[in-house]
C-alpha cells in the first residue's frame, strides 16, 4: 500500500476523536481500466472534507454529495431521492460506479472501467488510535474488517498482503510509514519538509540552534534539540527512512551523516556544492577512517538537475530524488547534480568564443 494510506487513517482517526461522523472507503475490486489500485483508501469528514483517493475525484463527490452536509458544494451530482446527505450507522456497505458506460463516463472512469468499494461507517475511535500508534511506531499491520457487524480486529504482520475481500471479511495491510530526519531548520528545510508531508512522509527536524528553530513555521513537524548525530541513534532509522544533512555546517553535519551511514536508511545525503561535497569526503577520510567505498551511499550534492536557485526550487528538487530512490527509479547520470553541472561546464568552456569589433 502506499504510505499516504497511513495519512488517511490518522486524519480520519483525528476526525473521530472530535466526535465527527466520518467514513472509510477501500477499493476493494476492479474490472477494466482503474484510476487506483485495489487495496486504495479515502476518508470522508461529515463536514465534506476529504483526504486520500478512491479515482480521480469524480467518485470522491459523488460521496461527498451522498454523505456529507456539503453536497450542496458538489455541482451535477445525481444521487437518488430520499439520500439524507450524512454519514449513516450501521455495518459497512458495498457500492459499485461504473457498472453501464453513461456511468463510466459519468465519473471520470477509463473506458470499460468499474470498481467497488466497501464503505465503513463511524469507524470506532480506538481502534483507528491502536491502528496510528502501531504504524507510528514503524510496523506492519493487518487490518481485518468484519462486513456484517464492522467490528475491526488488529495485528502486526511480517510482509505485506494484497486485499483479501472474502468469506465476509476485509482485509487490509498498511505501514509502516516513511520518516524523514532533516538536519537544520532554516528556510529551505522548511519547503522540503512541506513537500515531504504532502508526500506522506513523517517528518522530524532537528536543529539544536534555538535562532533558528525559532522561526519554524511548518504544522506537523516534529521538533527535537539534541546534537544530531544523538537524533539518529535515537531515531531507529529503517529501511523506509531518509537523513538529510542541510546546515552547511560540518560540526552538526558529519557525524549525524557517518550514524545514518550505517544503518538501513534509503537515502542518506547532504546539502552543498561540488567542492562542498568533495571536501565532505575528503574530512571523514582523514578524521573518520572512512573509505571512498564506505561513503558510496552518501548523496552529495543531493536533487536532480532542473536548473534551482531559489530554496523552493532546490527542495523540489531534492524531493524528487527521494522519492526517485523511494521508488526504486534509476535517474540517468545526466540529471545528478554533480554530472549535470560538469557536462555543462565542459560545454561551456568548448563553446566558441566571438568578438564584436567595435
Not at 115 to 140: I, K, M, R
Not at 250 to 272: M, N, Q, R, S
Request: aromatic share 6%; proline share 6%.
Amino acid at each position: 500500500m502506499e504510505n499516504l494510506d497511513v495519512t488517511v487513517l490518522r486524519t480520519l482517526q483525528g476526525w473521530r476523536a472530535e466526535g465527527r461522523r466520518a467514513l472509510l472507503a477501500t477499493v476493494v475490486r476492479t474490472w477494466g481500466s482503474s484510476p487506483r489500485p485495489v487495496g486504495s483508501v479515502m476518508a470522508l469528514c461529515e463536514t465534506g472534507a476529504v483526504v486520500g483517493s478512491v479515482s480521480g475525484g469524480c467518485i470522491e463527490d459523488d460521496l461527498i454529495y451522498r454523505y456529507s452536509r456539503a453536497h450542496g458544494a458538489v455541482q451535477g451530482s445525481s444521487a437518488p431521492a430520499g439520500i439524507t446527505h450524512e454519514i449513516p450507522t450501521g455495518p459497512p456497505e458495498r457500492v459499485k460506479y461504473g457498472v453501464s458506460a453513461d456511468e463510466a463516463h459519468r465519473f471520470g472512469l477509463p473506458c470499460g472501467g468499474t470498481l467497488e468499494l466497501v464503505l465503513e461507517f463511524n469507524p470506532d475511535t480506538g481502534a483507528l488510535a491502536e491502528l496510528v500508534q502501531t504504524l507510528s511506531a514503524g510496523h506492519l499491520v493487518e487490518r481485518r474488517t468484519e462486513l456484517a457487524t464492522g467490528q475491526v480486529t488488529l495485528r502486526t504482520a511480517a510482509t505485506p498482503a494484497a486485499l483479501s475481500d472474502e468469506a465476509g471479511w476485509l482485509s487490509n495491510t498498511f505501514g509502516p510509514e516513511y520518516r524523514m530526519l532533516l538536519i537544520g531548520a532554516g528556510q529551505l528545510t522548511e519547503y522540503l519538509a512541506t513537500m515531504a508531508l504532502f508526500n506522506g512522509f513523517a517528518v522530524t527536524v532537528c536543529d539544536p540552534r534555538e535562532e533558528y528553530r525559532g522561526a519554524w513555521s511548518v504544522a506537523g513537524v516534529k521538533i527535537v534539540t539534541e546534537m544530531p548525530d544523538d537524533v539518529v541513534r535515537d531515531f531507529r532509522v529503517d529501511r523506509r527512512s531518509c537523513v538529510i544533512a542541510l546546515t552547511h555546517d560540518p560540526k552538526l553535519d558529519d557525524l549525524a551523516l557517518l550514524e545514518a551511514l550505517e544503518t538501513d536508511a534509503f537515502y542518506v545525503g547532504a546539502i552543498g556544492s561540488r567542492r562542498n561535497n568533495e571536501a565532505r569526503h575528503a574530512r571523514m577520510i582523514e578524521h573518520f577512517d572512512q573509505t571512498p567505498e564506505s561513503l558510496a551511499r552518501l548523496r552529495g550534492p543531493i536533487g536532480i538537475y532542473i536548473g534551482s536557485k531559489t530554496p523552493a526550487e532546490i527542495a523540489v528538487s531534492v524531493m524528487a530524488e527521494v522519492l526517485a530512490v523511494k521508488n526504486g527509479v534509476p535517474l540517468p547520470r545526466d540529471m545528478e547534480v554533480a554530472n549535470a553541472k560538469n557536462t555543462l561546464s565542459a560545454a561551456e568552456a568548448s563553446a566558441p568564443v566571438c568578438f564584436v569589433a567595435p
